[in-house]
């Protein structure tokens, strides 16, 4: 039971990239969340998507730019980033969720995968 989750790169400013979250030995059942750590920083939730009701969730400074979206014949769900900024270099992680995502909170995860590094630099 994994998420591996790929994709990052090093991108200029405006520069978009596309992060998979790949399942394996069990279905995207649950909501799946991406997250970014910036060296200093704390981990935090940026995009969910519940395979519940389809809905989507993504934090302020990232509405408009990202697009959380899953494709079930690959078990995948996918992070759209596009014109990216600086601030969004991170080490990005994605996580299957028990419940549902809002300004409240970022429910508990069961599963992490792996990092995947976004670098955003001219």
């Known amino acids: 039971v994994q998420l ?6 090093l991108v200029p400013p405006g520069g978009s990239l596309r992060l998979s979250c790949a399942a394996s030995g069990f279905t995207l059942d649950y909501t799946i ?3 970014r750590q910036a060296p200093g920083n704390e981990r935090e939730g940026i995009s969910c ?3 519940a009701d389809h809905s989507t969730y993504y934090i302020d400074s990232v509405k408009g730019r990202f697009t959380i979206s899953r494709d079930n014949a ?3 769900v996918y992070l759209q980033m596009n014109n990216l900024k600086p601030e969004d270099a991170a080490v ?3 996580a299957a969720l028990i419940g549902y995502c809002s300004d409240y909170g ?17």
Do not use: E
């Open 4 to 9: 591996q989750a790929s994709g990052g790169g």
């Open 33 to 35: 969340g991406w997250f």
């Open 49 to 51: 998507f519940s395979t």
């Open 74 to 76: 690959k078990n995948t």
């Open 92 to 94: 990005y992680y994605c």
């Open 106 to 122: 970022f429910p508990p995860a069961v599963v992490w995968g792996q990092g995947t590094q976004v670098t955003v630099s001219s």
